[in-house]
């Protein structure tokens, strides 16, 4: 996978750099230390994976950044890692659309941890924030979510209720629907096969399908851009 990390500190850059190596051994990493570097490794780099950035590092505007980097990126995924513990900040990144917020005080092993619940699809809301904003359980097709995930509210998040109810400009067959929003609630190939009662090859031959049909290389990929094809629907 291909990843871009962007902060204005060196050692923060490596340190996330070796956390994304743990999360996966084939991780390319790229470095960037202001805004400018960020937009030119988008530009180059259509085929990213993830992108961390900072909101502090020079050449940023607060949000406003970090909104410009999710346009620029799309249908790559963009998180926040920042040193910024304020529930208010962290509320604002997630409302932009970042797919989490990673406050740099997080352990080795949770910062890990975070990534991998993004980068199956998942979105990590901080204890900062769930402290601050009760975040509602939920349990739905009869299970309990993975564990670690939380549903994130719909005034925060673009909403995750039914897409084929949501309209679409991209064409998925109902089953392919379905799968795509148990995809979006974090569950893996393996709870999803449990859940609809097929096979987990067929899981994966629907998601094969999923990508295809929004011209994407990753779950993660397809996640935001499912997101952002409603938001266009409803605005």
Known sequence: MKFLVADDHPLVRKALSITLEKVDCAASVLQAADMTELLGHLGAHPDID?????????GTS???SLEQAINHAAPSPVAVVSADERPETALGSLRAGAVGYLP???PEDVMRAALTLILSGGTYVPPLVLSAYRAPS???HGRRPPAGYSKPDHGIFA??????EQGRATTLTPRQAEVLELVIEGYSNREISEILCV??????VHITA????YAVSSRAKAIHAARREAEQVHS
């Open 50 to 58: 993830l992108i961390l950035m900072d909101l502090t590092m020079p």
């Open 62 to 64: 607060g949000l406003g």
């Open 104 to 106: 740099k005080s997080l």
């Open 138 to 140: 939920f349990t739905e």
């Open 159 to 164: 909403s995750t209720a039914p897409l084929m």
């Open 199 to 204: 096979a987990e090859s067929t899981v994966k």
């Open 210 to 213: 999923i990508l295809k049909a």
